[in-house]
């Protein structure tokens, strides 16, 4: 098995298994078997478990941020970009496999005790906040209404992932319409 291959097995597994069970309730050897590599070889890739969780993540980024630009791509104006963001969640939402924001849950199951996932948990929100946020000025609205916004997008994952309601997302979009319509400049 190439390097890379085996980093990728471990990560594909990583993803799949953390995200449908939680980072705790996933055992080294569980996650080997599901990567089907040694163990010696998974600890010659990632020297921790928090190295695979931090490597998982980095990963959920660049899904989430792939999403949200091809639904963005979409459209023309910036205020129809902001808004484009829900229709992602939404379709988000409906899949088989919804558990709500990676971030978020492992945020909540190990933030306080694993910086790497504090770290890369606080660097996708307020990445993410920024995004917003300069499309909300480039529509011509305040700056702080891109933090509502994204407040808006944050309460739509956890109410959709706690209370098994996809139609959350439109619920928020909705909500994000009369925002950007009462914030911006025509």
């Keep these: 098995m190439e390097p890379d291959s085996g980093r990728t097995a471990v990560l594909h597994a990583a993803d799949e298994l953390f995200y449908a069970r939680g980072v705790n309730a996933v055992g080294m050897d569980?996650?080997?078997?599901a990567a089907g590599i040694s163990l010696k070889r998974m600890y010659?890739?990632?020297?921790s478990k928090a190295e695979i969780v931090a490597q998982v993540l980095e990963?959920?980024?660049?899904?989430?941020n792939e999403g949200i630009a091809a639904e963005a791509a979409t459209h023309e104006s910036a205020?129809?970009?902001?808004?484009?963001?829900?229709?992602?969640?939404?379709?988000?939402?409906?899949?088989?496999?919804?558990?709500g924001c990676a971030f978020i849950n492992s945020f909540g199951e190990l933030g306080s005790v694993m910086p790497?996932?504090?770290?890369?948990?606080?660097?996708?929100?307020?990445?993410f906040v920024e995004y917003v946020t300069d499309l909300v000025v480039e529509a011509g609205g305040p700056k702080t209404l891109g933090l509502q916004i994204a407040l808006l997008v944050e309460g739509a994952q956890?109410?959709?992932?706690?209370?098994?309601?996809?139609?959350?997302?439109?619920?928020?979009?909705a909500a994000a319409a009369v925002l950007l319509d009462s914030g911006t400049h025509p």
């Design 30 to 33: 569980e996650l080997r078997a």
């Design 44 to 47: 010659a890739l990632f020297p």
């Design 59 to 64: 990963g959920r980024t660049r899904m989430w």
């Design 79 to 99: 205020r129809d970009k902001v808004l484009s963001i829900f229709d992602f969640l939404d379709a988000w939402f409906r899949e088989d496999n919804f558990r």
């Design 116 to 127: 790497a996932v504090a770290d890369a948990a606080h660097r996708h929100k307020r990445e």
């Design 158 to 173: 956890t109410t959709a992932a706690i209370s098994d309601s996809p139609e959350s997302a439109l619920a928020a979009k």
